[in-house]
Nanobody, 125 residues
Framework: QVQLVESGGRLVQAGGSLRLSCAAS????????MGWFRQAPGKEREFVAG????????VYADSVKGRFTISRDNVKKMVYLQMNSLKPVDTAVYYCAATQFYRSIAAMTSADGYWGQGTQVTVSS
Protein backbone atom coordinates (compact mmCIF):
# COMPACT_ATOMS: atom_id res chain seq x y z
CA GLN A 1 0.00 0.00 0.00
CA VAL A 2 1.12 3.55 -0.74
CA GLN A 3 0.13 6.74 1.06
CA LEU A 4 0.63 10.06 -0.71
CA VAL A 5 0.83 13.61 0.63
CA GLU A 6 1.07 16.60 -1.70
CA SER A 7 2.52 19.99 -0.82
CA GLY A 8 3.70 23.18 -2.44
CA GLY A 9 0.47 24.62 -3.76
CA ARG A 10 -0.15 28.33 -3.28
CA LEU A 11 -1.20 31.55 -4.99
CA VAL A 12 1.14 32.64 -7.77
CA GLN A 13 1.00 35.27 -10.51
CA ALA A 14 0.65 34.35 -14.15
CA GLY A 15 4.03 33.67 -15.70
CA GLY A 16 5.44 32.47 -12.41
CA SER A 17 6.77 29.10 -11.34
CA LEU A 18 5.89 26.61 -8.66
CA ARG A 19 7.15 23.18 -7.62
CA LEU A 20 4.76 20.66 -6.18
CA SER A 21 6.00 17.77 -4.09
CA CYS A 22 4.44 14.43 -3.31
CA ALA A 23 5.78 12.42 -0.38
CA ALA A 24 5.08 8.69 -0.50
CA SER A 25 5.19 6.05 2.16
CA UNK A 26 5.36 2.32 1.61
CA UNK A 27 8.12 -0.15 0.95
CA UNK A 28 7.19 -0.71 -2.69
CA UNK A 29 7.15 2.91 -3.88
CA UNK A 30 9.81 2.33 -6.52
CA UNK A 31 7.63 -0.28 -8.23
CA UNK A 32 4.83 2.21 -8.93
CA UNK A 33 4.34 4.58 -11.79
CA MET A 34 3.43 8.03 -10.51
CA GLY A 35 1.22 10.71 -11.93
CA TRP A 36 -0.05 14.21 -11.39
CA PHE A 37 -3.66 15.12 -12.06
CA ARG A 38 -5.67 18.28 -11.53
CA GLN A 39 -9.26 19.30 -11.06
CA ALA A 40 -10.47 22.81 -11.68
CA PRO A 41 -13.74 24.11 -10.19
CA GLY A 42 -16.72 22.68 -12.03
CA LYS A 43 -14.57 20.42 -14.20
CA GLU A 44 -13.59 16.78 -14.19
CA ARG A 45 -10.22 15.64 -12.94
CA GLU A 46 -7.66 15.57 -15.76
CA PHE A 47 -4.30 13.98 -16.34
CA VAL A 48 -1.27 16.27 -16.20
CA ALA A 49 1.89 14.13 -16.24
CA GLY A 50 3.08 10.59 -15.59
CA UNK A 51 6.43 8.92 -14.93
CA UNK A 52 7.29 5.24 -14.87
CA UNK A 53 8.97 3.45 -11.98
CA UNK A 54 12.52 4.28 -13.07
CA UNK A 55 11.94 7.75 -14.43
CA UNK A 56 12.97 6.55 -17.86
CA UNK A 57 9.60 7.16 -19.46
CA UNK A 58 7.50 10.30 -19.06
CA VAL A 59 4.27 11.48 -20.59
CA TYR A 60 2.55 14.88 -20.47
CA ALA A 61 -0.82 16.27 -21.32
CA ASP A 62 -0.62 18.51 -24.38
CA SER A 63 -1.77 21.48 -22.32
CA VAL A 64 1.37 21.41 -20.14
CA LYS A 65 4.06 20.17 -22.54
CA GLY A 66 7.09 22.42 -22.50
CA ARG A 67 5.98 24.14 -19.28
CA PHE A 68 5.74 21.36 -16.68
CA THR A 69 8.34 18.76 -15.69
CA ILE A 70 7.68 15.64 -13.64
CA SER A 71 10.48 13.88 -11.79
CA ARG A 72 10.94 11.36 -9.01
CA ASP A 73 13.47 10.34 -6.39
CA ASN A 74 13.01 6.71 -5.42
CA VAL A 75 15.46 6.95 -2.53
CA LYS A 76 13.56 9.82 -0.94
CA LYS A 77 10.20 8.42 -2.08
CA MET A 78 9.28 11.74 -3.63
CA VAL A 79 7.63 12.88 -6.83
CA TYR A 80 7.84 16.45 -8.09
CA LEU A 81 6.02 18.62 -10.58
CA GLN A 82 7.94 21.71 -11.67
CA MET A 83 5.49 24.16 -13.21
CA ASN A 84 6.78 27.13 -15.22
CA SER A 85 5.04 29.83 -17.23
CA LEU A 86 1.89 29.32 -15.22
CA LYS A 87 -1.42 30.51 -16.60
CA PRO A 88 -4.75 31.23 -14.91
CA VAL A 89 -6.16 28.10 -16.61
CA ASP A 90 -3.70 26.05 -14.55
CA THR A 91 -5.67 26.95 -11.43
CA ALA A 92 -6.84 23.69 -9.87
CA VAL A 93 -6.40 21.24 -7.06
CA TYR A 94 -3.42 19.08 -7.99
CA TYR A 95 -3.35 15.41 -7.02
CA CYS A 96 -0.56 12.89 -6.87
CA ALA A 97 -1.39 9.29 -7.80
CA ALA A 98 0.34 5.92 -7.82
CA THR A 99 -0.41 2.99 -10.10
CA GLN A 100 1.21 -0.25 -11.18
CA PHE A 101 0.02 0.31 -14.75
CA TYR A 102 2.09 3.05 -16.40
CA ARG A 103 0.70 2.45 -19.88
CA SER A 104 -2.77 3.45 -18.76
CA ILE A 105 -1.80 6.12 -16.26
CA ALA A 106 -3.48 8.91 -18.18
CA ALA A 107 -6.81 7.08 -17.85
CA MET A 108 -6.64 6.55 -14.08
CA THR A 109 -9.84 7.13 -12.17
CA SER A 110 -10.46 7.69 -8.49
CA ALA A 111 -11.13 3.97 -8.15
CA ASP A 112 -7.68 3.06 -9.44
CA GLY A 113 -4.41 2.96 -7.53
CA TYR A 114 -3.65 5.37 -4.72
CA TRP A 115 -4.35 9.09 -4.46
CA GLY A 116 -3.28 11.96 -2.27
CA GLN A 117 -5.61 14.58 -0.81
CA GLY A 118 -4.53 17.32 -3.20
CA THR A 119 -2.91 20.73 -3.00
CA GLN A 120 -4.46 23.97 -4.27
CA VAL A 121 -2.71 25.95 -6.99
CA THR A 122 -4.14 29.34 -7.86
CA VAL A 123 -2.73 31.41 -10.69
CA SER A 124 -3.79 35.04 -10.75
CA SER A 125 -3.87 37.13 -13.92
Amino acid sequence: QVQLVESGGRLVQAGGSLRLSCAASGRTFSSYAMGWFRQAPGKEREFVAGINWSGGSIVYADSVKGRFTISRDNVKKMVYLQMNSLKPVDTAVYYCAATQFYRSIAAMTSADGYWGQGTQVTVSS
